[in-house]
């Protein structure tokens, strides 16, 4: 099996910057793919972003913002996340599957970090 550990969330002001790493553990994390999610108070748990094996895909609320990067030898998933927004604000997780069709569709992943706490101020 996997395990995830994130870092990086924080506080933050309007159109600031912050970098979330999720390091992962076990054996053959190249295998996986990798993907983050976000949940705001009151709301469903939304799909950020994702890297498979030859793709990166985005949610339309992020896209040209966030970039998310593997780092396979590190064993390390990063969200690079630019022109940061108040409605950012939530808590991040990093979500790890063999089998993510769809790949917005949270169900479809195995393991999860713990979640990371990310507010921007305006």
């Known amino acids: 099996q996997v395990q995830l550990v994130e870092s990086g969330g924080g506080l933050v002001q309007a159109g600031g910057s912050l970098r979330l790493s999720c390091a992962a553990s076990?054996?053959?994390?190249?295998?996986?793919?990798m993907g983050w999610f976000r949940q705001a108070p009151g709301k469903e748990r939304n799909f950020v972003a994702a890297v498979t094996w030859g793709d990166t895909y985005y949610a339309d609320s992020v896209k040209g913002r966030f970039t998310v990067v593997r780092d396979n030898a590190k064993n390390t998933v990063y969200l690079q996340m630019n022109s940061l927004k108040p409605a950012d604000t939530a808590v991040y997780y990093c979500?790890?599957?063999?089998?993510?069709?769809?790949?917005?569709?949270?169900?479809?992943?195995?393991?999860w970090g713990q979640g990371t706490q990310v507010t921007v101020s305006s």
């Open positions: 979500a790890a599957g063999r089998i993510v069709i769809p790949v917005h569709d949270y169900r479809v992943y195995e393991y």
């Open positions: 076990g054996r053959t994390f190249s295998t996986y793919a």
